[in-house]
């Protein structure tokens, strides 16, 4: 068994089934809490990665900015020494309008990093181990992927213990 | 002379020995033939549209003929008023074109690059003397007129900006034919064809950089005034003031 | 004022998901009377392109007209969304949730619409790729200097942003029509969830990107009309080179666009029956904005005409009173009416700011910015320095089809989007709600 999981249909008794699969041992990293949206105020535990999280994201959109611009500056620059042509008495490198395309293309960078960021951290578009759709309707998932043999039992008995709990498994790949 | 306003890179290229072509036109002179406007024409392979074309603002005029009639009757005057591109040397159409199509050349003309030219209208929107025409069908002659072209301009095609070039063609025939014979290019040698025909010698066409050209003594009349020039687009073509009342 | 009891979390993903779920003839009546004008505009646009620019009104000395008008009240009307749910989200105000993504639908699609009149106007658009920089064979590149370049860039970042902005938060909603459909519809929505499964760290990350995102796309939206606005006040044409073109213009995109935003929810809130969703607080709120940018346009306006007045400058004033008291006046009142006085009513006095009243607002807006961009182009160009060269500009047909093509399109593209997407965010409409009850 790849998986076992619990579906909850609160926040106070997932609440419970975290609680108790910590009690049982498992670290906070290896427990999936899956919601339909996102729960502010219930933290189901707090490792302190949020704001490790946060600030990889924003750095990583920093960065991003840094590449847009770095990259704007060098085109404008290629662009308009490798052919010197004089329009409107302008200088031939103009900084004025050569800010503009460098703004944009910062914010493009960011928002591109951003977007990056996000689809590699948050792992979309990889195969799906463990999951149930009963989630969009409603209901909280707690489980673990690939627990350990020999405690499959505790962490049953973990999982089944608060109220309204219905416990699933799955074989996974 | 007064210096650029910006010192540039291609400007900074050894332009001692480039000419400066510029033109002059003595509004006293011009008696408002319009032999110019034809001479152009025919210079420029510059279609023409038809009347009712012409009435929805279609016609290429690369130089044109204004009229503006002064005083009220009796006492009424009509005046005449050359206009053709002012080849100015902050010119507002070349910063705005996006491919170029538009840009200055070393010796100080602003040229128009048909094919570079993706029809934005931007430059003329921007040129404050609507010396800037808009191809809106492909070019057409009525035969036997077709066979009338001048082989050393090319044709517009539909969707291209098209303007007045100094005639360009000339420039760089003359300046050729200047170097094949190795002499120094002589005021006079080279020409446009509106000054060309001009029957009453009103236009000059000359080299600004040198100072005893006709065009730079004329240039330098005091009654020379540059059109529109407060909007600061340097031109090059003077005007000089009537004089008669 | 105060709602009836909000929708549960199990009425909320039924009510939402019924368009995509249940298509009725009603849908494909709807979908056919909107592409009837797409396909005319399509076909004026091939008569154009074969027979050459003549077809059209313009000529010597107005060369952009219609098709300028409308890329720059498209551009505008682009602002309702990203820039408004950007801010929304950022002040993190509870009302914006059922309105976000409707908002940033706008944007998109009318950036899409507005992105395509520079090609319907130009010349030559199978060179339209000249623009972009790439290195051809003669190394070159285009005119950095040029605002249409800037204008490439800066709609293309937008446009690029917007699209982001809007598919980010869509990505759990799939999940959820993944999670309730059946068959090819499970497949699609499952490849289109990217195996979305909820996760505390999904959550996390995307909302951190939302935040990263509000934040980049507000400044880059307040450049887009900036920069649209320098199209004009770069070029030496009376009333045209104007140091408040920038912020005025910014106003006027983010106040046609409230506009456009509230008769798309009213629609909305008719068409798909989302009349427990789309409160009439919404429209209120959204209605007292639309107000406010009433003002600040009004005071643009004033600032304008009295800088230009006291200026007396010959060539300006000729185009002030071309728009004043000549020509142009009809149409000049029409805008002051439409964008000042009908809002200034209708909205600033309590009873009549009701969805109705927001809506008859809205309409005459749409309708007053489209006049104004259209007063900022024609009268400056036919009235520039040389008298001779005075003159004036009349649409043809082909413009005109090709105009109120658009207007169909945004309309088409919008039914199409609701069939496809929940038009209101499930999973953020839920968080609202439980955060609501967490509250009281």
Known sequence: MSAIYGLYPDAAAAQAAVDGLRAAGVAGPDITVLTSFPMDGCRFFDDGSDDRVRRRMWTMAGGGGLTGLTAAFALSWVAETSWPLSVGGLPVFAWWPNLIIMFELTMLGAMLATVVTLVVGARLGRRVTLYDPEVSRGHILVGIERPDRDRIAALTRALAAPAGARLGGNAGA | MTPPLVTTSVQEEDTTEMPKWGMAVDLDACTGCGACVTACHAENNISTVGAEQAARGRAKHWIRVERYWEGSFPDVRLRFQPVMCQQCDSAPCEPVCPTYASHHTEDGLNAQVYNRCIGTRYCANACPYNTRFFDFFNPAWDKPLHLQLNPDVSLREVGVMEKCTFCVQRIRAGTIAAKADARELKDGDITTACVQTCPAHALVFGDLSDPDSRVSQMARAARGTALLGDLGTQPNVTYLQRQTP | ?440
């Open chain 3, 1 to 440: 004022m105060t709602p009836a009891r909000p929708p549960s979390h199990e009425q909320m993903t039924a009510d939402l998901l019924r368009p995509l779920l249940r298509t009725t003839w009603r849908f494909f009546l709807l979908a056919a009377v909107c592409t009837a004008p797409v396909l005319a505009g399509l076909v004026a646009w091939a008569t154009q392109a074969y027979y050459g620019f003549g077809v059209t009104g313009l000529g010597w000395p107005v060369y952009w007209g219609f098709y300028i008008t409308s890329f720059v009240f498209w551009i505008g009307i682009s602002h309702a969304g990203t820039l408004i749910s950007a801010i929304l989200r950022l002040v993190d105000a509870g009302w914006r949730r059922p309105v976000t993504r409707c908002a940033e639908a706008i944007t998109a699609f009318s950036l899409i619409i507005g992105a395509m009149f520079p090609l319907i106007h130009l010349g030559r658009p199978w060179l339209a790729f000249w623009l972009a920089p790439y290195p051809s064979e003669r190394m070159l590149w285009p005119n950095f200097r040029s605002p249409l370049v800037w204008d490439f860039f800066a709609i293309n970042t937008y446009l690029t942003g917007s699209l982001l902005f809007l598919a980010l938060p869509m990505i759990p909603d799939f999940a959820t029509v993944r999670d309730n459909s059946t068959g090819v519809r499970r497949r699609i929505y499952g490849v289109l969830a990217l195996g979305w499964r909820g996760s505390s760290a999904q959550w996390h990350r995307l909302e951190t990107a939302m935040a990263i995102m509000a934040i980049a796309i507000v400044p880059v939206a307040v450049s887009v009309h900036t920069i649209v606005s320098f199209d004009f006040s770069m070029a030496p044409v009376p009333m045209w080179q104007s140091t408040i073109f920038g912020p005025y213009f910014v106003a006027g995109a983010i106040f046609s666009g409230i506009a456009g935003l509230i008769i798309a929810m009213a629609l909305l809130r008719r068409f798909l029956h989302l009349e427990a969703y789309l409160l009439p607080l919404h429209f209120d709120n959204l209605g007292r904005l639309l107000l406010v940018m009433s003002l600040l346009w009004a005071y643009f306006v004033f600032n304008e005409r009295l800088v230009t007045y006291y200026g007396n400058e010959p060539s300006d004033m000729a185009v002030f009173w071309r728009t004043q008291r000549l020509s142009f006046a009809p149409l000049y009142w029409t805008m002051v009416t439409c964008n000042f006085l009908v809002p200034l009513v209708l909205l600033g006095v309590r009873r009549f700011r009701t969805i109705s009243g927001c809506v008859t607002a809205s309409v005459a807006v749409v309708v007053g910015m489209w006049l104004e961009r259209f007063l900022i182009i024609v009268p400056s160009l036919g009235h520039k320095f040389l008298p001779y060269s005075h003159g004036s500009y009349r649409p043809t047909p082909i413009e005109i089809v090709i105009a109120f093509s658009t207007f169909a399109a945004m309309a088409l593209l919008y039914v199409l989007f609701t069939k496809l997407v929940p038009i209101i965010s499930i999973w953020e409409m839920k968080a609202g709600a439980t955060a609501d009850t967490v509250r009281s």
